[in-house]
């Protein structure tokens, strides 16, 4: 008998936030990046004998929503819409405690990125695979997830460190 | 702050905005796919091939009939992948499983693509990524999409989107269709097809798309 594949409830609970985390910085909009994901995991619900096998399911998932995403936005024929700060603060997130909301520096500075790096942030950084995986998922190769890691880490360096330090030292 | 320190203040953001979607939500609207992809899979069948030529294995665009996919009803079965002319000269394609990927090659290359197809990780590696205008357009993600489309400029975007197009409504994963406009492939580049993940079985794969350069070992011509 095989390993025990998890259950989808477990699943879904385990690594909602982190997929819609992963969405919402390479879409740049809450609310969609929530309807994108609501989907993807319902795709992988209605597949999931097999993604439960998926060597990286949630993977599967932020993928499945990108692809969602670039779909509405073919259908639309219109960018999809990277909201500024002011509209990522002011959605449901600002509901929440202050305490418990994104860092606005952080998410602006991840805005800022191009599509690809932020992309690669999400799944190396956000969904922690590794850079073989991370190819795999966005159809690269494993030197250009690094490249993009690389250039992304040192835009995020330049734009926020100062930012955070001085923040530190006052 | 060091970079470690960056990652980690990174990562501490992960968690600050729950996905409130209840897990019973989700499984309605799975149920709903669900129920979404049964109609079509079996109006395909029906439709584009005819119920007596379904059965028998037979269809009447280039379809892979030793492979065969178990729809909803115990005797329609769907050929792993189909390749249909349309009439206005773009050549659809539709991957049910990965089997058979010398057909799937010999078949576009019939129909004038210059293509490489491998149904493995293992891309054909006298393929060289296309220097072209849109450099590495890799990416008809995981069942179906272009994904780097935003990190291409407006001019590449375009021809991308003329080069591969995906078909409306074809988004779900067991029904992968990619619409492939030779004419607008640029001069001396051909495609690269290939998918990662388990070969075969349907689900448990996902099909990429790259422009590579046309060579007699990469693309057949």
Known sequence: MGAQRPDFAEFYRETKDECLFAVMVSVGDRDTAQDLVAEAFARAWASWPAVSRHPAPAAWVVRTALNAGVSRWRRRRREVPVADLALVADRPAAREPAGDCVDPRIMAALLQLPARQRQVIALRLFLDLDTERTAQVLGIAPGTVQAHLGRAMAALRNGLIPTLQEENQS | ?221
């Not at chain 2, 291409?152 to 197009?165: E, I, L, N, S, V």
């Not at chain 2, 406009?181 to 580049?189: E, F, K, Q, R, T």
């Open chain 2, 1 to 221: 702050m060091n970079d470690d320190e960056l990652i980690t203040a990174l990562r501490e953001q992960r968690g600050k905005v729950p996905m409130t979607t209840p897990v019973e939500q989700i499984i309605s609207r799975g149920r709903a796919v669900r129920a979404r992809r049964r109609v079509p899979r079996v109006a395909a069948a029906l439709g584009a091939t005819g119920a007596a030529a379904v059965a028998m294995g037979v269809a009447v665009p280039a379809t892979n009939p030793a492979a065969s996919h178990r729809a909803s009803g115990p005797t329609v079965k769907l050929a792993a992948w189909t390749v249909a002319r349309q009439a206005d000269g773009t050549i659809r394609v539709t991957v049910r499983e990965a089997t058979d990927p010398a057909g799937l090659q010999r078949t576009l290359r019939a129909d004038g693509v210059p293509v490489s197809v491998t149904f493995t990780d293992r891309r054909n590696p006298a393929c060289q990524t296309s220097n072209g205008p849109l450099g590495n357009v890799a990416g008809y993600g995981p069942f179906g999409h272009l994904t780097n489309a935003y990190d291409h400029p407006q001019d590449a975007f375009r021809h991308t989107q003329d080069a591969f197009r995906h078909a409306q409504d074809a988004f779900d994963h067991t029904q992968d269709a990619l619409v492939i406009h030779p004419s607008a492939l640029p001069p001396g580049d051909g495609l690269q097809i290939w998918t990662s993940g388990a070969s075969g079985a349907a689900d448990n794969f996902q099909l990429y798309v790259a422009l590579v350069k046309a060579s007699p070992q990469c693309t057949g011509s």
